[in-house]
């Protein structure tokens, strides 16, 4: 019985840290350094590098995470942008309300490549359709 006992807890405790270990961190702040007009069939529009355009990171916008709610500021003089929030399958997506979806937005998440956190926003106007992307990175 004691042998159970201890193998039932090792095999929790590795199943935990097995599921842990897959999970996506989204927490913090992150800092803007890039934003991208992507077409639908992956080519950039247009590109903006904030990181070499700006003095410091506090003209930079961020994103962060708390409480199931993500902030967004694209650029330190922009308005901040809140976003309800849910994890589905390793990516972060946003609740669209009425007012998105009037401007247009079709799809609006978050995930990383590599190491960088995308917020990715899909719309379609007039028939146009295609990504805004901003990139972050943890702050230095």
């Not at 007009?37 to 708390?66: N, T």
């Not at 849910?86 to 946003?94: H, I, M, N």
Request: charged fraction near 30%; hydrophobic fraction near 45%.
């Amino acid at each position: 019985m004691k042998r159970f006992m201890v193998l039932a807890v090792v095999a929790l405790a590795v199943f935990g840290m097995v599921c842990s270990a897959g999970a996506a961190d989204f927490s913090g702040k992150w800092t803007n350094t890039k934003l991208s007009l992507v077409e639908p069939d992956g080519s950039i529009a247009e590109e903006m590098d904030f990181d070499r355009l700006a003095d410091s990171d506090d003209e930079l916008g961020y994103a962060e995470f708390r409480d199931g709610k993500a902030f967004v500021q694209f650029t330190g003089d922009d308005d901040i942008m809140e976003f309800t929030v849910k994890e589905s399958g390793g990516k972060l997506v946003a609740e669209l309300t009425e007012d998105l979806k009037e401007e247009g937005f079709t799809a609006i998440e978050f995930y990383f490549e590599d190491d960088r956190l995308v917020f990715s926003m899909a719309l379609t106007i007039e028939d146009e359709s295609g990504f805004i992307m901003n990139y972050y990175r943890r702050p230095k």
